[in-house]
């Protein structure tokens, strides 16, 4: 697979990533150990160096799922993780906390379930509203110094709070939504981020299922499955958006391509510097996500999609209301 650049860092990754949270964490119960293991292995076997987690996703044990299944080819590979919440015993999340001794204690406990002596790229999972995001930076600044992190990342931040943090310590990434049907960032990220040399690694690329055609008005999730109290996913948005999937089938048909290629080529096309992360439990899904990478979209196919998509109002919103509080911050 081709590799990308995120930004001016000189940090180097496939054009796609994998995003691994699906295997612990948030669409249903997590796969089995090993099953995700070999995913995970199959992954960097077709090319994939770029592996993204967090502390949140379990909480813990998706970390150490990615330390046990990268280990063998740990130097060849980029890990992404992320700091910014406190859990309660259930493991649920209490609060966010990006508190200068916190972020310390999280990168040591990182480092240790990652079974790695260096976090690639250590990302603030939500901007918290107590701590300034200079103090944030420079703590990160000081891991970098120490050599426990190589390089700096935020999520879902507002581009002021960019800025701000770049202006402490140069940020390498920002991971944040962006997909066919969210494309808020258009607007006053990515001008951000091209502006300052920053890349960007867009999340949920598939807009959680939703784009590959897989899901219906009729689909019901697991009880644990996070799209039951995201808006855009009940069955009056689903159905009231089938007119985007069906667009994509259109185009996917027509270019002998998937869906969900489709809707990753798409992301591909919009920058060199952007870096997807699909995320699956399912073997033969991974490699038809990783084939998304070679489809190419000519300005007149993305000329077609975009008249096409300009039609086509998506509804519900991304997020509830008590984690939309959390975004763009
Ligand atoms: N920074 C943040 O706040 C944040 C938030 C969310 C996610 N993330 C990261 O981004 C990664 C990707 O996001 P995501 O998992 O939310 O969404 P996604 O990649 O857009 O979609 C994943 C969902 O799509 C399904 N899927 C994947 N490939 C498919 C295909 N070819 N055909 C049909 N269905 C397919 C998967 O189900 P199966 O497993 O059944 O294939 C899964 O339910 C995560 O793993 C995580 O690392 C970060």
């Known amino acids: 697979m081709q590799k990308r650049k995120l930004g001016k860092s000189n940090l180097e990754v496939s054009a796609l990533g994998l995003g691994c949270m699906g295997l612990s964490y948030g669409y249903g119960p997590a796969t089995e150990t090993q099953q995700a293991i070999g995913l995970i292995r199959t992954a960097f076997e077709c090319g994939v160096t770029f592996f993204d987690t967090a502390e949140a996703y379990g909480p813990y044990r998706n970390e150490e799922l990615l330390g046990e299944a990268l280990s063998p080819f740990r130097s060849e590979v980029v890990i992404a993780t992320k700091f910014g919440f406190d859990f309660d015993a259930e493991g649920g999340q209490s609060g966010m906390n990006s508190r200068p001794d916190h972020i310390r204690a999280v990168a040591d406990a990182a480092l240790k379930r990652l079974k790695t002596d260096v976090i690639d790229l250590f990302y603030q999972h939500r901007v918290d509203p107590n701590v300034p995001i200079e103090d944030v930076a420079g703590t990160v600044k000081d891991l970098i110094a120490e050599g426990k ?181």
């Open 149 to 329: 992190v190589k390089h700096f990342g935020l999520s879902e931040a507002g581009a002021q709070t960019i800025r701000r943090a770049h202006a402490v310590q140069p940020v390498a990434a920002l991971q944040s939504e962006y997909s066919l049907w969210w494309r808020e960032p258009e607007k006053e990220i990515i001008p951000t981020l091209e502006e300052l040399g920053i890349g960007f690694v867009p999340f949920s690329p598939l807009g959680k299922g939703f784009l590959t055609g897989a899901i219906s008005e009729t689909t019901s999730f697991d009880s644990k499955d996070f799209r039951n109290i995201v808006p855009r996913f009940s069955p009056e948005a689903r159905k009231a958006n089938q007119a985007l999937v069906d667009l994509l089938g259109r185009i996917a048909a027509g270019k002998q391509a998937t869906s969900a290629q489709v809707a990753l080529a798409w992301l591909l096309a919009q920058k060199p510097w952007i870096v997807p992360i699909p995320g699956t439990t399912k073997l033969h899904r991974l490699e038809e996500n990783l084939g998304g990478a070679a489809i190419v979209l000519t300005p007149e196919d993305l000329r077609d999609i975009e008249e096409a998509l300009s039609a086509i109002t998506i509804s519900g919103d991304r997020y509830p209301a008590h984690l939309q509080a959390r975004v763009g911050k």
